[in-house]
Nanobody
Framework: QVQLVESGGGLVQPGGSLRLSCAAS????????MGWYRQAPGKERELVALITSGSTTTYVESVKGRFTISMDNAKNTVDLQMNSLRPEDTAIYYC???????????????WGQGTQVTVSS
């Protein structure tokens, strides 16, 4: 089994920055891709950014130019640098990973518990 643990959330003013981090730990696994999703009150969960082990990245249009996702394949960690934050970025942010189990020869999706990001004056 793989565990995902997020950190770095908090309260910031509009225009401020935060850096979210997520670490995957466990045994007998490889990470194919990792990403960040978010869910605001009354809204459905949406993809914010993702990155593959080959460093291909995808962003939702509203964060392009403001957020940057990066992965350390050796450490199985993913970071999300968030700049120029807006109130509409307020949400719970969830780490996501597509995991290949080397023990069982199959893939599955894993989720973190989420970290709160609040952008407010």
């Amino acid at each position: 089994q793989v565990q995902l643990v997020e950190s770095g959330g908090g309260l910031v003013q509009p225009g401020g920055s935060l850096r979210l981090s997520c670490a995957a730990s466990g045994r007998d696994f490889r990470v194919t891709s990792m990403g960040w999703y978010r869910q605001a009150p009354g809204k459905e969960r949406e993809l914010v950014a993702l990155i593959t082990s080959g460093s291909t990245t995808t962003y939702v249009e509203s964060v392009k130019g403001r957020f940057t996702i990066s992965m350390d394949n050796a450490k199985n960690t993913v970071d999300l640098q968030m700049n120029s934050l807006r109130p509409e970025d307020t949400a719970i942010y969830y780490c996501n990973a597509v995991v290949w189990s080397t023990a069982w020869g199959r893939s599955y999706i894993d989720w973190g518990q989420g970290t709160q990001v609040t952008v407010s004056s």
